[in-house]
């Protein structure tokens, strides 16, 4: 297996522009997650899905993100406007358990270097 | 509040001698524990989890972490470092009430010495 593919690896823009950063989960697995890694926050769960629904978004910072999951082998987190604020490197992540409280592993992908000039 | 806390930002080992990195964890129950190990440039990888039974864990490339629960602790150790094992490590957890959400600590960044 490929493991979990992220597409762009990198992106620069210009603040004000839209943003979508795809994510391919491992085939089989039936949750997907979205990461942010930025030094002064560290890593921080922005929003996940099971069974291409998602259950938590709380971690969604505003308005400007949104996350879908169209079916169970492709994911996008978008950003409409951009901001420099939101420069970090982004992360998804899948794994195979269900909803329930689960220690199973989750895999993640190379991440997106964001920047927004 | 419930976290996770690594207290140590760098930790500078010569190649070859034994490595310790602390983690603590804060919750009523005891968490699901994890050890990520994130390369420059890289995503992160699996090190090693803990769930329940044996507190000392066997985990990838050479490393463990024991498992105490009087201290909340969750402390990763190799006995000899190699210079590839320079890199960022998280400790992570999933809450005793978390639908696998995974938190993480804020890392702590290796550094090998020849």
């Known amino acids: 297996d490929a493991g979990v593919i992220q597409s762009p690896r990198h992106e620069v823009t210009e603040m004000g522009q839209e943003v979508t950063l795809r994510c391919k989960p491992i085939?089989?697995?039936?949750?997907l997650f979205w990461y942010r890694q930025t030094m002064m926050r560290g890593l921080e769960l922005l929003i996940y899905?099971?069974?291409?629904?998602?259950?938590?978004d709380s971690g969604m910072p505003e308005d400007r993100f949104s996350a879908k999951m169209p079916n169970a082998s492709f994911s996008t987190l978008k950003i409409q406007p951009s901001e420099p604020r939101d420069s970090a490197v982004y992360f998804c992540?899948?794994?195979?358990?269900?909803?329930?409280?689960?220690?199973?592993?989750?895999?993640f992908g190379a991440g997106t270097r964001l920047s927004v000039l | 509040a419930q976290s996770v806390t690594q207290p140590d930002i760098h930790i500078t080992v010569s190649e070859g001698a034994s490595l310790e990195l602390r983690c603590n964890y804060s919750?009523?129950?005891?968490?699901?524990l994890f050890w990520y190990v994130q390369s420059p440039g890289q995503g992160l990888q699996l090190l090693l989890k803990?769930?329940?039974?044996?507190?000392l864990v066997q985990g990838i490339k050479g490393f463990e972490a024991e498992f105490k629960r009087s201290q909340s602790s969750f402390n990763l150790r190799k006995p000899s470092v190699h210079w590839s094992d320079a890199a960022e490590y998280f400790c992570?957890?999933?809450?005793?009430?978390?639908?696998?959400?995974?938190?993480f600590g804020t890392g702590t960044r290796l550094l090998v010495s020849p």
């Open positions: 992540a899948s794994s195979s358990r269900d909803r329930v409280r689960s220690g199973d592993i989750q895999y």
């Open positions: 085939s089989g697995h039936n949750s």
């Open positions: 899905f099971n069974n291409n629904v998602p259950i938590d």
């Open positions: 919750y009523g129950a005891t968490p699901y």
């Open positions: 803990y769930f329940s039974g044996d507190t």
């Open positions: 992570a957890v999933v809450p005793p009430t978390g639908f696998q959400k995974l938190v």
